[in-house]
């Protein structure tokens, strides 16, 4: 099984509309963050959370709210989804003893229309 | 703030070997790390230099500079299944651990 899932791998929605992005890891890692990737810009921090009570912002988190349920889960939402915000989503995870290193879930396709 | 450069795209043939820029801006240096994403794939964790020098591992090695700002990724023996694109990464000064990406190289391997 995969260390890192993301659900769902597809999505179109309306603009508008209200859409949740779930990711579980089972790499026991406190660190978790939320990345949007657009082509030619390589990846983006949307959110970040070192644990369960700890959520920060990153460099574009206008328009994405964030939910740390538990350690091993860290929802992405928007809440009202407008096109640009088309994009492929990741969620990564990363130890504390090995920060550089993160590891990617497979990530979502959202398409905004 | 943290800005990395990269170039957009390099192309090579099986066999050749391939070296990948990235030059760097960043307040608080910690170190420089190298992902492999596969189209439409994760981004997968390849290396990371922290002091300056050679990182080896099999056919991919790193390479840092401190003082230039300045790293590279060498692909060696290249193949077919190499083709991909190339980040590289530093921690972001203001976000802990989270890491701020390049706009990455993409390599084309052909025969």
């Known amino acids: 099984d995969a260390d890192v899932t993301q659900t769902p791998r597809n999505r179109i929605t309306k603009t508008g509309k209200r859409i949740m992005l779930e990711c579980s890891q089972t790499k026991g890692h406190d660190r978790m963050y939320w990345y949007r990737q657009d082509p030619g810009l390589g990846l983006r921090l949307i959110y970040y959370?070192?644990?369960?009570?700890?959520?920060n912002k990153g460099e574009i988190s206008d328009g994405y709210s964030v939910s740390r349920q538990a350690q091993a889960k860290f929802s992405l939402s928007l809440e009202s989804a407008i096109p640009n915000q088309t994009a492929l989503y990741f969620c990564?995870?990363?130890?504390?003893?090995?920060?550089?290193?993160?590891?990617f879930g497979p990530g979502t396709r959202l398409t905004v229309t | 703030g943290q800005s990395l450069e990269q170039p957009s795209e390099v192309t090579a043939v099986e066999g050749a070997i391939v070296q990948m820029n990235c030059t760097y801006q960043?307040?608080?240096?910690?170190?420089l790390s190298w992902y492999q994403q596969h189209d439409g794939g994760a981004p997968t964790f390849l290396s990371y230099?922290?002091?300056?020098g050679l990182e080896e591992t099999g056919r991919f090695s790193s390479f840092l500079s401190r003082s230039d700002s300045y790293g590279y990724l060498l692909l060696q023996e290249l193949q077919m299944k190499d083709s991909a694109s190339y980040f590289c990464?530093?921690?972001?000064?203001?976000?802990?651990?989270?890491?701020?990406f390049g706009k990455g190289t993409t390599l084309s391997v052909s025969s």
């Open positions: 960043t307040s608080g240096f910690y170190g």
């Open positions: 230099n922290a002091l300056d």
């Open positions: 990464a530093v921690r972001d000064g203001r976000a802990g651990t989270a890491l701020i």
């Open positions: 990564a995870t990363s130890g504390e003893d090995r920060p550089y290193e993160q590891y």
């Open positions: 959370s070192f644990d369960v009570k700890d959520i």
